[in-house]
């Protein structure tokens, strides 16, 4: 693995097109040069022209001489790639993806729309809309083969650029500690943020009042009665009033912090105003809030799937291997006979496995609560009860099966 990172630091520092990029500008200031002389002067032409060719040559020899070594580097990286990563067919039967082309396109065209590559996604719209895939049947494939393939206007995906231009922009700024488009977007949408439960509104303008409490050395900012200390207090009384409803004692802390403002640091609101974290923190949060008011996930589900899929990959190889072997056959469908151990922030359902049967629930066969508050699968609830009065598997309590309550996990 070593020489694979060798290699991939190697390409970083080489193989890049800044040199090539630098020399093609080059030459095209000597055209341009050359062009304005000869409509100056259309007499000087052929001797502007012959004046023109060694530098032209050379920009193109250096041209090439640039690509030669990224060309190398590139060959090397992918040398040692392959040298590493094999490539060897997954042991399947079939390509569960084979049947869903365009689901999968439309996957990868939302992935780069959210990531802001506006221009890739549009080519990437454009290029499958003329040249759409084609679905191949699976014999197992849970849902029919896709019909509507290539059809992206489900996408919206000019809306979609749109809005997340805008996100993308409101980000920016708040790189560069310019919170006043967040402010005003949070501000915009403050009764749908409030509904949700979101404080975000409320952090934004605290993080201003910090920001501007720790004035211009800290922040930059103009040494004017609109920053430092009375900055802060004057941002406070302008529009921490529209907050004291929900976050009354947090504003009274940041109001009496201003007490402690000679010796913050040994103050009981050191940690407040010292967080290195609450601009990032900040950025996050509101990518999270901007994403699910438009009903989005806050993190690229294409992102998830692939790196949930990598992380799995070696355990699913190791048991297709051992199936292969051994000759047998997992029928149990939807579910694996392994464990997958995946990071908790890629775990997005809960799931119950009936203390009787030992399955795990599904659709078809999910939780029951009885009134005693125990909890066993419908299928199991049913052979238990056979319809009629039956007793908890768990506890003396006797009771009805239409009395158990299915759980929505
Ligand atoms: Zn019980």
Not at 52 to 61: A, E, R, S, T, V
Not at 68 to 78: D, F, I
Not at 89 to 101: E, F, M, R, V
Not at 388 to 403: A, L, M, R, V
Request: with cysteine.
């Amino acid at each position: 693995m070593d020489i694979l990172l060798q290699e991939s630091q190697r390409l970083h520092s080489e193989a890049s097109l800044q040199e090539s990029i630098e020399d093609v500008e080059k030459i095209i200031q000597h055209l341009e040069r050359a062009k304005q002389a000869i409509v100056a002067d259309p007499n000087s032409a052929s001797i502007t022209l012959a004046k023109l060719q060694n530098p032209i040559k050379n920009g193109c020899d250096q041209i090439t001489a640039d690509l030669t070594k990224l060309n190398r580097a590139q060959a090397k990286y992918g040398k040692v790639l392959k040298e590493n990563f094999p490539a060897k067919a997954l042991p399947t039967d079939y390509d569960a993806l084979a049947s869903h082309p365009s689901l999968v396109n439309r996957a990868i065209a939302m992935h780069l729309l959210r990531e802001g590559q506006f221009a890739v996604a549009s080519i990437f719209v454009e290029e499958a809309q003329n040249s759409p895939p084609h679905p191949i049947p699976t014999p197992v494939s849970p849902h029919p083969a896709d019909s509507d393939a290539g059809d992206f206007t489900s996408l919206k995906s000019q809306e979609l650029q749109h809005l997340f231009s805008n996100m993308y922009y409101i980000l920016g700024q708040l790189k560069t500690r310019n919170i006043h488009p967040a402010i005003d977007w949070a501000r915009q949408n403050s009764a749908e943020l409030e509904r949700r439960g979101s404080t975000l509104e409320f952090e934004l303008s605290k993080l201003q009042y910090i920001w501007l409490f720790q004035g211009p050395a800290m922040n930059s900012l103009p040494a004017d009665e609109n920053n430092g200390l009375h900055g802060a207090l004057r941002y406070a009384r302008a529009n921490f009033g529209r907050f004291q409803n929900r976050f009354l004692p947090e504003i009274q802390q940041l109001a009496t912090a201003m007490i402690y403002a000679q010796n913050l640091r040994s103050s009981p609101y050191h940690h407040t105003f010292s967080s290195s974290s609450s601009w990032s923190d900040v950025c996050t949060s509101f990518t999270r809030e901007f994403c699910s008011l438009l009903g989005l996930s806050a993190e690229s589900p294409l992102y998830i799937a692939a790196t949930a899929g990598a992380v799995a990959l070696p355990a699913l190889l190791k048991l297709a291997l051992i199936v292969r072997e051994k000759r047998t056959e997992w029928t149990t469908k939807d579910e694996l006979p392994v464990e997958i151990p995946l990071p908790s922030s890629m775990i997005f359902h809960a799931i119950f496995v009936c203390p009787v049967s030992k399955e795990q629930t599904t659709d078809n066969n999910p939780p029951m609560m009885m009134p005693c508050g125990h909890v066993v699968a419908k299928e199991s609830l049913n052979r238990l009860s056979k319809g009629g009065k039956f007793k908890c598997p768990y506890c003396p309590n006797e009771s009805q099966p239409k009395d158990a309550r299915e759980i929505i996990l």
